[in-house]
């Protein structure tokens, strides 16, 4: 019996067709916004246990 190979099928959601289709300029604006606001949780995560 042959397990299936979950490498062997594309992806078929939007982050994998954004991952596999989008050009460079538009990967890189997504991961500033993305990185910028992960930023900022961490930021303010930091904050409320210093204030703990």
Do not use: C, G, W
């Amino acid at each position: 019996m042959k397990l299936p190979n979950p490498h062997s099928e594309k992806a078929k959601n939007p982050f994998a067709e954004f991952i596999r289709n989008a050009k460079s300029d538009e990967k890189k604006r997504i991961y500033s916004v993305v990185l910028t606001e992960a930023t900022k949780r961490q930021n303010e995560i930091i904050a409320q246990v210093k204030n703990a």
